[in-house]
């Protein structure tokens, strides 16, 4: 089995940076094939943010983060980033790293995720 742990999750303001940290570790880390971050507001569903195909660079973001937000993976440490730039109010929500083992290409629809870290909040004040 394949566990994911985040970290790097905090309080900061309005315009801030944070950058949030996702290790894979476990006997079929391999067997990941593309790795995503999830968050979820209170009393809101758990949304897409971005997702990476571990073999290459392909990124994929949803809308609202697109041009703050940066994917990145080191595939050697078994490590995936989110770089947050800009970031506003509105981002703040429990974050969470997910991992695909069917996908073999970036998806954004949480079902094609079977894998899941156990959250990380992060929390933009105005």
């Known amino acids: 089995q394949v566990q994911l742990v985040e970290s790097g999750g905090g309080l900061v303001q309005a315009g801030d940076s944070l950058r949030l940290s996702c290790a894979a570790s476990?006997?079929?880390?391999?067997?990941?094939?593309?790795m995503g971050w999830f968050r979820q507001a209170p009393g809101k569903e758990r949304e897409f943010v971005a997702a990476i195909r571990w073999s290459g660079t392909t990124t994929r973001y949803a809308d609202s983060v697109n041009g703050r937000f940066t994917i990145s993976g080191d595939y050697a440490r078994n490590t995936v980033y989110l770089q947050m730039n800009s970031l506003k109010p509105e981002d703040t929500a429990v974050y969470y790293c997910?991992?695909?083992?069917?996908?073999?290409?970036?998806?954004?629809?949480?079902?094609?995720?079977?894998?899941w870290g156990q959250g990380t909040q992060v929390t933009v004040s105005s």
């Open positions: 476990g006997r079929t880390v391999s067997s990941v094939y593309v």
């Open positions: 997910a991992g695909s083992t069917s996908a073999f290409v970036v998806q954004s629809a949480r079902e094609w995720y079977n894998l």
